[in-house]
């Protein structure tokens, strides 16, 4: 993976060598981070507010292919991954922690790669890195990532807020992640059995990037701040669609109708899953990792929220005793579950 370049192994820089080394790039831009890197624990300082916390843990082989996702990428995807829960409970990041397990293959210039990612994602989210633990592996590469955040207490969105009649919103567009890794997953197939065959993904930048370097929504936090409006609940979509609206439906007791038409899904999202002949709605609601924030807001907000590009207004909440329902665009009733939408699946055009 890194034949091309020149390699510094880790053993001769040793652990503090290498701390200091990955960490010379930091800056701290946060009022609220008091001491950063270089004591034994970071201070912070969020003078009232409440303090919002989110951990990952990210495994090599299980999480992600080193075959695919360049280093860089791979630190800031863990960043903006992690950075989404904070936003999810309508918070604002302010710093990170980021641990690595490095077995012996990783040289130094890895490590930089890797790092190269997750000050790119912290300077652009205004989050500072304030800390992290640094150890070897027995095997592959292993990534912990937590984040802190703030807000006010009466701003925070918990998953149990829903409330009947509440309208079902996400932001962007979804299933592009899945698409993008199905995308990704066939070339690598065919890489393997071919190496001189380059990676055919003209055309399919959006995919690609939804897939490699997703963005976590900080703006539509930032949106409802500035056009007044408090979700009564919220997630992020990590796992799909459906997972996620059973867990806002669960969480707060109630069901919900959703609408397959208003479910938005970009262009090229829509003509790739029909490609691989997998129906686009699938992927938007059993495919994941899109990053995008699926929301409740009272009806009292539609005038507020209609008028947004970027929102989209998929359904309402319904008594608990009405179930989660998904109605087709042929007006067809189904039941949502967690990745039973398969067994539905519509005749391919
Ligand atoms: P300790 O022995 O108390 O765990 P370390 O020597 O591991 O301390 O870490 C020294 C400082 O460097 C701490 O501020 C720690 O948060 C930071 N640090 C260690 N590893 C990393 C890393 N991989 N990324 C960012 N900061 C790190
Ligand atoms: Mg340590």
Same mark, same amino acid.
């Given at each position: 993976m890194f034949d091309n370049k020149e390699k510094t192994d880790l053993e001769h820089l040793g652990e503090f060598g290498l701390i200091a080394h990955i960490t010379k790039a930091v800056e701290l831009t946060e009022k609220s981070t008091l001491k950063g890197i270089g004591d034994d624990a970071a201070v912070l300082d969020f003078s009232g507010k409440k303090t919002l916390v989110s951990? *990952?843990?990210?495994?090599? $082989?299980? %999480?992600f292919d080193l075959r695919y996702v360049p280093l860089k990428h791979l630190g800031y995807k863990a960043v903006q991954v992690n950075l989404s829960d904070i936003y999810a409970m309508n918070g604002i990041a302010s710093q990170v922690t980021f641990s =690595? $397990?490095?077995?012996s293959r990783f040289p130094l210039e890895a490590v930089e790669e890797l790092y190269a990612g997750v000050l790119l994602a912290c300077n652009a989210y205004n989050v500072d890195l304030v800390g992290g633990d +640094?150890?070897?592996?027995?095997?592959?590469?292993?990534?912990?990532? +937590?984040?802190?955040?703030?807000a006010k207490e009466a701003d925070i969105?918990?998953? %149990? $807020?829903?409330?009947? $009649? *509440?309208?079902?919103c996400v932001s962007g567009d979804l299933g592009g992640a899945y =698409?993008?890794?199905?995308?990704l997953e066939r070339e690598k197939r065919i890489f393997l059995e !071919?190496? !001189? =065959?380059?990676p055919d993904l003209e055309g399919k930048d959006y995919i690609i990037e939804r897939q490699l370097k997703p963005e976590a929504r900080k703006d539509i936090v930032q949106l409802l701040a500035d056009i007044g409006i408090k979700p009564t609940a919220m997630i992020d979509i990590s796992d799909g669609l459906a997972s996620e609206i059973l867990h806002i439906c669960e969480a707060s007791g109630k069901g919900c109708r959703l609408y397959e038409e208003k479910i938005p899904i970009d262009p090229m999202t829509y003509d790739t899953a029909r490609e691989f002949g997998i129906d686009p709605t699938i992927c938007a609601l059993n495919g994941g990792e899109d990053y995008?924030?699926?929301?409740t807001v009272s009806q009292a907000d539609y005038d507020k929220i209609?008028?947004?590009? *970027?929102?989209? #207004? #998929?359904?309402? =909440? +319904?008594?608990?005793?009405a179930g989660c329902e998904l109605i087709s665009k042929s007006g067809n009733v189904h039941p949502i579950t967690a990745q039973g939408w398969n067994a539905f699946a519509k005749p391919q055009v």
């Open positions: 951990t *990952d843990l990210l495994l090599e $082989g299980v %999480h =690595i $397990g490095l077995s +640094t150890s070897t592996s027995q095997q592959g590469l292993i990534i912990s990532v +937590t984040s802190i955040g703030h969105a918990y998953r %149990h $807020g829903a409330q009947e $009649g *509440d309208l079902v =698409i993008g890794l199905q995308l !071919n190496p !001189n =065959i380059q995008e924030l699926l929301f209609k008028s947004q590009p *970027d929102i989209s #207004i #998929i359904g309402h =909440i +319904t008594e608990q005793a």
